[in-house]
C-alpha cells in the first residue's frame, strides 16, 4: 500500500512534510516524493489530509473480565480506534481477578484476546493486601530465593501500578513502606512503578470536613471537589519522591491534575501524565455537567492553563485517557459521593488534543507527537516498533481531514459508556481512517454531518498484545 501525497507528521521534524509512505506486510517500508506503484499495489489519496502517527493510551480500565457492564475489551478497543488510538494499556486494578499474579494476567488475557481491535499491553498491579506475595523473596531472588509474582510478572507487562488512596476493595492501597520496597524491585525489574498519588490522611480530613460543613443539606459537587483539594495531590508526589530517593526514574504519577506537582515530579527527576479532561474543564463546570465529570483525582478550579503550558514544554511527559466508563445507573445516583468517579476517554483524547492542542497552537507539532504516544512509548518498552512514523515501525497509522469538524456526541461513542462531559464538544479536524500493523480498523462515515460516526471494519481479536521490549 501507498499512502500518496499526505502531511506525514514525523518524528522531529518542526512541521508537516508532503511525502508518499509505503506499508509492506503491515509495516512502514519507505517514506519519499513520488514513490512508484508496484503492480497492484494499493494507492491511498491522501492529498490534503494529515498523516498521524496512531496515538498510544497508556491508561485505559476496560474492566474485563468481572466489571464488563462498565466496559469490555470489544467496546474499549473499538472507542480507542474511532480516536487515532492505535495502542492502549490496560490498567490492572478494575478486572477481576486483578492483574496481580502471572496466573490473573493469563487469565485475563485468554478472555480479551478475542476481542481486542487495537493493540494492547497490560500493567501488573501490587495490591496492598498482596504485597509480601508481589515482592516475594525480592531482591534476594537473584541469589536462588522464590521470585515473588511481580517478578514473575515482569516479562509480561510494561509496568505495576499502586494506589496510596483505593475506593477499592478488590485493590486496595499500599503503605509509604510498601511504596519504597515495590520501587526497590521496579528498579530491579527494570519497570516503571505507576502511582495514584493522592494523599490518603489529606483526603480523609478534607473530605470530612466537608461533609461536616454541608451538615443535613444535600451533597454539592464542591464538597466532592473540596474533599480532594491540590494539596492533596502535591503530599502525595512529595512523599512518592522521597520514598523513591535514588530511584526517581523508576516512578511514574498517574493523571496529574496539579500543575505544581507536575513541576515538582519533573524537578525531581520522575515522570508524569495529564489527561484531556484537566486541561478541558475546571471545577466551575461541575455546575454544568455534574457526575458526567467525576473523576479522581477531580478536576481543580484553575489549573488548566498550568496544565497546558507543562505539557507543551515537557514537564509534563505524555497525556493518557484514564478510560474509565460506567453506566448511567451508576454515573447519575444523583449523589456527588456515590456517584461512579470514571468518564470514557479513549475516543476523545486525540481528537481533543489535536483540535485545541496542535492546531490551537498551545502544543508544536514535536511535543504533540510526543505527548500522544511518541514519550509512552519510550516509558513502556514499546518504541523499537510504535510511537512514531519510520521505517521500521508498525504502520500504525490515523488519517485526519484539517479542514472538517467533528462534534462529541456520547450517546454515539463506540465504548460502553455513554456519559462523557465532552458532550456537544466541537473540534477542528476528523479522523477519516485509522490503521493498525497497515490495516483499516476504524473508517468514518462519508458525508457532512460533523457528529457521524463511521464503522470498525477489522474484526474483533485482530489486536495484537504486546509486551517490554516489542520488536
Ligand atoms: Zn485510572
Known amino acids: 500500500m501507498i499512502v500518496r501525497n499526505g502531511l506525514l507528521a514525523l518524528p522531529g521534524e518542526p512541521d508537516f512534510r508532503r511525502a508518499d509512505l509505503r506499508v509492506r506486510g503491515g509495516r512502514i517500508a519507505e517514506i519519499a516524493r513520488d514513490l512508484a506503484a508496484e503492480p497492484g499495489e494499493e494507492i491511498v489519496d491522501a492529498a490534503g489530509l494529515l498523516v498521524l502517527p496512531g496515538a498510544i493510551d497508556p491508561h485505559v480500565h476496560f474492566d474485563e473480565p468481572g466489571f464488563t457492564h462498565r466496559e469490555d475489551f470489544l467496546h474499549g478497543t473499538s472507542e480507542a480506534a474511532k480516536g487515532g488510538v492505535t495502542t492502549v494499556i490496560d490498567m490492572p486494578c478494575t478486572s477481576l481477578p486483578p492483574v496481580t499474579t502471572l496466573a490473573a494476567l493469563e487469565h485475563k488475557l485468554a478472555a480479551v484476546s478475542p476481542k481486542a481491535v487495537v493493540d494492547y499491553a497490560f500493567y501488573g498491579g501490587v495490591s496492598g493486601r498482596e504485597v509480601e506475595a508481589s515482592l516475594g523473596a525480592g531482591a534476594a531472588e537473584a541469589a536462588g530465593g522464590r521470585p515473588g509474582a511481580m517478578a514473575e510478572l515482569a ?203 496542535l492546531l490551537a497552537g498551545r502544543l508544536s507539532l514535536p511535543r504533540f507527537l510526543d505527548a500522544t504516544g511518541g514519550k509512552a512509548a519510550l516509558r513502556y518498552g514499546l518504541s523499537a516498533r510504535k510511537g512514531s512514523i519510520a521505517v521500521g515501525k508498525d504502520a500504525d497509522l490515523v488519517l485526519v481531514d484539517p479542514a472538517a469538524t467533528t462534534r462529541l456526541v456520547g450517546e454515539r461513542l463506540l465504548s460502553k459508556g455513554k456519559i462523557t462531559p465532552f458532550e456537544g464538544m466541537r473540534l477542528t479536524g476528523r479522523i477519516l481512517v485509522t490503521y493498525v500493523r497497515g490495516a483499516p480498523v476504524y473508517r468514518a462515515a462519508r458525508g457532512a454531518d460533523e457528529a457521524a460516526v463511521g464503522d470498525i471494519v477489522a474484526a474483533p481479536g485482530s489486536g495484537k498484545f504486546l509486551t517490554w521490549g516489542y520488536r
Not at 516479562?155 to 478488590?170: A, H, L, Q, T
Not at 443539606?217 to 512518592?240: F, I, K, M
Not at 445516583?333 to 479513549?346: F, H, L, V
Request: net charge negative; charged share 20%.
Open 155 to 357: 516479562e509480561r507487562v510494561v509496568g505495576f501500578k499502586c494506589y496510596f488512596i483505593s475506593g477499592m476493595d478488590s485493590f486496595t492501597r499500599v503503605t509509604h513502606e510498601d511504596f519504597a520496597r515495590i520501587l526497590a524491585e521496579g528498579e530491579r525489574l527494570g519497570r516503571p512503578i505507576l502511582l495514584h498519588a493522592e494523599d490518603l490522611d489529606y483526603v480523609t480530613a478534607a473530605t470530612a470536613r466537608a461533609k461536616a460543613l454541608r451538615g443535613s443539606a444535600a451533597p454539592e459537587w464542591a464538597d466532592y471537589a473540596a474533599g480532594r483539594p491540590e494539596a492533596a495531590e502535591l503530599v502525595a508526589c512529595a512523599s512518592a519522591l522521597a520514598l523513591a530517593r535514588g530511584r526517581e526514574a523508576t516512578l511514574h504519577i498517574v493523571h496529574v491534575g496539579t500543575a505544581a506537582a507536575a513541576d515538582l515530579l519533573h524537578a525531581g527527576g520522575a515522570s508524569c501524565e495529564t489527561c484531556a479532561h484537566y486541561l478541558a474543564f475546571g471545577s466551575g463546570d461541575f455546575d454544568r455537567l455534574g457526575a458526567a465529570l467525576k473523576t479522581a483525582p477531580v478536576v481543580k478550579a484553575a489549573e488548566r492553563r498550568g496544565l497546558w503550558e507543562r505539557l507543551a514544554s515537557g514537564v509534563i511527559d505524555f497525556a493518557a485517557s484514564d478510560h474509565a466508563p460506567a453506566p448511567a445507573e451508576e454515573k447519575n445516583t444523583g449523589d456527588p459521593w456515590t456517584a461512579y468517579g470514571g468518564i470514557p476517554g479513549t475516543g476523545t483524547m486525540l481528537p481533543y488534543l489535536l483540535s485545541e492542542g
